[in-house]
T-cell receptor, first 110, second 114 residues
Framework: GEKVEQHESTLSVREGDSAVINCTYT??????FPWYKQEAGKSLHFVID???NVDRKQSQRLIVLLDKKAKRFSLHITATQPEDSAIYFC?????????WGSGTKLIIKP | NAGVIQTPRHKVTGKGQEATLWCEPI?????VFWYRQTIVQGLEFLTY????????DSGMPKERFSAQMPNQSHSTLKIQSTQPQDSAVYLC????????????FGSGTRLTVL
């Protein structure tokens, strides 16, 4: 079955710098790749997604890149701010389910 | 729109007791998912309903876990004879139709089994 690997378990960046979180997947049939954010003590909420018909999508300071050949997708957060501190989860669709990465804890240092 | 509502927020049970967790999906959403989140295992899929019908319960520990969706406005996850390893945050999520689309998560129920 589909496996999604999230490579960085923790990522620490200085405020104002960019952060990049990388995920790989195994199922070539996957076509939907969302990202979710979980702030401390809270539940997950959707931040951005990308579908396989494009290789780049941007929403304000968030950019998602998709490399279908390498089966890799990444979340880029530009000009990081303290409120970006959270755990970020990537996922890939497999049939009707989402298969989740293990999460990356993003720490924004002042 | 209050979002996905999960009750209770916290539940403490003794080993061997039963726990029932409740989820109210967003009105109009036809798909409901249950997940379990722990530090060690991360996010684990448990079960999925579409239009109240159980579609996939492949993630459910078969012996003691059961889920139902008696009507479109709520779903329950029941754990019989709870064990310490059942301690986790149980998350419910809903979506419009259950395909490759945004999931809306509830705040979760933190279950602690003593």
């Amino acid at each position: 079955g589909e496996k999604v690997e999230q490579h960085e378990s923790t990522l620490s960046v200085r405020e104002g710098d960019s952060a990049v979180i990388n995920c790989t997947y195994t199922d070539t049939a996957s076509s939907y790749f969302p990202w979710y954010k979980q702030e401390a003590g809270k539940s997950l909420h959707f931040v951005i997604d990308i579908r396989s018909n494009v290789d780049r999508k941007q929403s304000q300071r968030l950019i998602v890149l998709l490399d279908k050949k390498a089966k890799r997708f990444s979340l880029h957060i530009t000009a990081t701010q303290p409120e970006d501190s959270a755990i970020y989860f990537c996922a890939a669709d497999s049939n009707y389910q989402l298969i989740w990465g293990s999460g990356t804890k993003l720490i924004i240092k002042p | 729109n209050a979002g996905v509502i999960q009750t209770p927020r916290h539940k403490v049970t003794g080993k061997g007791q039963e726990a029932t967790l409740w989820c109210e999906p967003i009105s109009g959403h036809s798909a409901v998912f249950w997940y379990r989140q722990t530090i060690v295992q991360g996010l684990e899929f448990l079960t999925y309903f579409r239009n109240q019908a159980p579609i996939d319960d492949s993630g459910m520990p078969k012996e003691r876990f059961s889920a139902q969706m008696p009507n479109q406005s709520h779903s329950t996850l029941k754990i019989q004879s709870t064990q310490p390893q059942d301690s986790a945050v149980y998350l419910c999520a809903s979506s419009h139709w259950g395909g490759a689309e945004t999931l809306y998560f509830g705040s979760g129920t933190r279950l602690t089994v003593l």
